[in-house]
């Protein structure tokens, strides 16, 4: 793994949790801004999605986890550069 590869966290919508619950989710573990959060919360319920995080391999993956630990649905993917 090269520390120079890109990775993403993508939110999947959500019918179980609250969107302010998807919110305090996002600024604890991405440290998103409130309107940030609120946003990708919109996006990912609007159009079944939404980017909320990117970084290095580890750093995805360990927001990744703490985001499946309250029990968010998201992907990690590569990206392309």
């Known amino acids: 793994m090269s520390s120079l590869k890109k990775y993403q966290i993508i939110l ?9 619950f998807i919110m305090a989710c996002l600024v604890k ?5 409130h309107e940030q ?3 990708c919360a919109l996006i990912a319920h ?3 999605e939404c980017d909320i ?5 580890f750093e995805v993956t360990e927001v990744s986890t703490l985001l499946t630990n309250y029990g968010l ?9």
């Open 53 to 57: 995080y990117s970084g290095d391999y």
């Open 12 to 20: 999947k919508n959500d019918k179980v949790h609250s969107f302010e």
């Open 37 to 39: 959060a609120e946003q």
């Open 46 to 48: 609007h159009k079944g």
């Open 73 to 81: 649905n998201v992907e990690t993917k590569e990206l392309c550069m």
């Open 29 to 33: 573990s991405c440290k998103h801004i």
